[in-house]
């Protein structure tokens, strides 16, 4: 539980299962996976964010993955999902 996964590697992973935990990657075309309860994620331009939201049972509402491109999901920014939409949070 709010445990924390930071990949540098270029195509790596970092995942992160816990309660309020948070998983970061930085090097090109990685991944940072998150499927704990109020989880969070954060990446480099280029990387993959995939997002699980769940109840407070921790029954699994929604699972979606995003590309940070700087625009719409902005780089070295925290993402949770929340009612299935991205969400920034600290």
């Known amino acids: 539980d709010q445990s924390a996964a930071t990949n540098t590697g270029d195509q790596s992973a970092a995942t992160n299962t816990g309660y309020k935990s948070a998983a970061t990657v930085e090097g090109k075309n990685s991944i940072a996976i998150v499927t704990g309860y109020k989880s969070k994620a954060s990446g480099k331009k ?30 070295n920014t925290f993402y949770e999902l929340i009612d299935g939409k991205f969400t920034v949070v600290d």
């Open 46 to 75: 280029g990387c993959w964010l995939v997002l699980t939201e769940r109840d407070s049972d921790e029954i699994i509402l929604s699972v979606k993955a995003k590309k940070v491109d700087g625009k719409r999901i902005k780089e």
